[in-house]
């Protein structure tokens, strides 16, 4: 099982449940050295590397390989891809996937 890092709309359960089609457990999450900001592209908020920011999320902590296919799905459209990065839940630290875009993008923050 693969763990990923959601921040934005998908920390929206019921929205997490359509893209996945069953629902998962979420643990509160932070992403030292991102923020999360709206674009005016994307219809939710996305990561943005900042250094001394702190991305607040959710962590999925029990993902398949489909789970993974169809939140990279959804984030290609918006032109977000994946890659690994360390996050901070529970007091532990650990690798998992989030999705940035291949280009900066600016943009206010996410409230």
């Known amino acids: 099982m693969s763990k990923a890092f959601l921040a934005a709309a998908l920390c929206h359960d019921p929205l997490l449940v359509t893209v996945l089609d069953r629902k998962v457990a979420l643990q509160p ?4 050295d ?3 900001l709206w674009a005016a592209d994307y219809p939710s908020g996305w990561l943005s ?17 489909g789970d993974l296919a ?3 799905y959804v984030h290609a459209v918006f032109g977000l891809f ?4 360390e996050v901070s839940s529970g007091g532990s630290a650990m690798s998992c ?3 940035v875009p291949d280009a900066p993008r600016a943009g206010p923050a996410w409230d």
Request: hydrophobic fraction near 45%.
């Open 29 to 32: 999450a932070t992403l030292s």
């Open 49 to 65: 590397a900042r250094s001394g920011a702190r991305a607040e999320g959710v962590l999925t902590p029990d993902l398949s390989a």
């Open 97 to 99: 996937r989030i999705w």
């Open 70 to 72: 169809r939140l990279d």
């Open 34 to 36: 991102y923020a999360v």
């Open 82 to 85: 994946p890659e690994q990065a």
